[in-house]
Nanobody, 125 residues
Framework: VQLQASGGGLVQAGGSLRLSCAAS????????VGWFRQAPGKEREGVSC????????YYPESVKGRFTISRDNAKNTFYLQMNSLKPEDTAVYYC???????????????????WGQGTLVTVSS
C-alpha cells in the first residue's frame, strides 16, 4: 500500500506544474485524498483535498484560484495542477489519502493514513 508522488521541479514565478500521485496496493475509489506542503522551518500545510463521496474540493485562500485538485479513479491517480506559481509556494509537496476523511477537518494532516514520499517544488523569482 503506497502513494507515489511525482512532477515537482524548478519553475519561474508565474509558471505552472502538475503534480501526480499514483496509488498502488489499494483502490482510491473510497478514499478522500489531499495535497500538503512543507517549507523549511514551517509546519505542514494542507493545500487541497477532494472527497471520495461527491468530488467536493477544498483549498485554503492562499492557493484558491491557482491550484486545482482532480482525481482519475480509473488510473488510481490524483493530481494537483498549480498555476501562477509564486516563490512562497516553494516547498516539499506530499500527497495523502484517508478512508474516513472528515471533510470539515481536511487540513489536519494527522487524520490521513497513507502518505507519499514528497516531491520538491521550487519557484524562483
Amino acid at each position: 500500500v503506497q502513494l507515489q508522488a511525482s512532477g515537482g521541479g524548478l519553475v519561474q514565478a508565474g509558471g505552472s506544474l502538475r503534480l501526480s500521485c499514483a496509488a498502488s496496493g489499494f483502490s482510491l475509489d473510497y478514499y478522500g485524498v489531499g495535497w500538503f506542503r512543507q517549507a523549511p522551518g514551517k509546519e505542514r500545510e494542507g493545500v487541497s483535498c477532494i472527497s471520495s463521496a461527491d468530488g467536493s474540493t477544498y483549498y485554503p485562500e492562499s492557493v484558491k484560484g491557482r491550484f486545482t485538485i482532480s482525481r482519475d479513479n480509473a488510473k488510481n491517480t490524483f493530481y494537483l495542477q498549480m498555476n501562477s506559481l509564486k516563490p512562497e509556494d516553494t516547498a516539499v509537496y506530499y500527497c495523502a489519502a484517508d478512508r474516513s476523511l472528515i471533510r470539515s477537518s481536511w487540513r489536519d494532516w494527522r487524520q490521513y493514513d497513507i502518505w507519499g514520499q514528497g516531491t520538491l517544488v521550487t519557484v524562483s523569482s
